[in-house]
């Protein structure tokens, strides 16, 4: 397997190694979302329309999304780096 720090940004698509370079892709997207789900939540959480008990639901969720992430991550040799697609002219991703 090609080593995630040799990806520059780029996503891995190997005929050999299809499986890392899909899996970068999703990774990066399901990333992508994360991060637009998380934003949308410190709205809401700063426009007090929450009850605590729904603020504590969503940071837990959150939270475990954030970890279940870093293990993906981990399994297929990726780091936070190799999820920030270089996306030409239009800069980076995330």
Do not use: C, W, Y
């Not at 637009?36 to 969720?61: C, F, K, M, P, S």
């Amino acid at each position: 397997m090609q080593p995630a720090s040799q990806t520059n940004g780029k996503i891995n698509l190997d005929p050999d190694n299809a499986e890392h370079g899909l899996a970068q892709l999703v990774l990066t997207v399901i990333e992508l979302l994360r991060q637009i789900v998380e934003r949308h939540a410190i709205r809401r959480v700063e426009g007090g329309t929450l009850t605590d008990e729904q603020i504590e639901n969503l940071g837990e969720a959150l939270a475990n999304l954030e970890e279940k992430m870093e293990e993906l991550k981990e399994i297929f040799g990726l780091d936070a780096e190799d999820l920030n697609i270089d996306l030409g002219p239009l800069g980076s991703l995330l």
